[in-house]
Each structure stands twice: as structure tokens, then as C-alpha cells.
């Protein structure tokens, strides 16, 4: 995802392996199917806002926007 009006630069994000280079999960996949990608994130949203609330409560929320994808890891990892 390139969008130089917004200042966005993501790059893809799939390891040749199929291993996350920092958790070495294997639940990683192409988003090429839309009706999958839509219950998924139907139940990442429920999930999420719960999750959300609870971090906020105890004042642990923070905000980031990754606006260059996997190259803002380490600034992320800085901020938490």
C-alpha cells in the first residue's frame, strides 16, 4: 500500500518462509480472499474493543499510526 497524499508506505509483509520474523507464527496469509477478510475482521473487532476498553482503563492505551508498515517496528517498540 503506496499513497503518497497521505504519506503512507507499506510494504508486504509475508515472510518467504512463512514464519513472522519476530513471533514465529505461521498463521500468516495472502488477504485475497474478501469474505474471509470480512469475518475475520468482524471478529477482531469484537475482540479488539474489549481489549481496548481494558488497556484505557488503567491508563495503558497508546496510540501509534505505522504510516511505513514493518519499517516503524522499532520506532513502535520504542514508544510501548
Known sequence: MI???HGVRIEAHIPEDGHCFDCGSTNLAPGS???RFERELEIYSS???DLL???NEF???V???PRRGYE???KLKRQI
Open 33 to 35: 480472499d474478501p469474505s
Open 53 to 55: 476498553a481494558f488497556y
Open 3 to 5: 499513497s503518497e497524499e
Open 59 to 61: 491508563g495503558l492505551l
Open 72 to 74: 516503524d517496528y522499532d
Open 47 to 49: 475482540l479488539k474493543d
Open 63 to 65: 496510540d501509534f499510526e
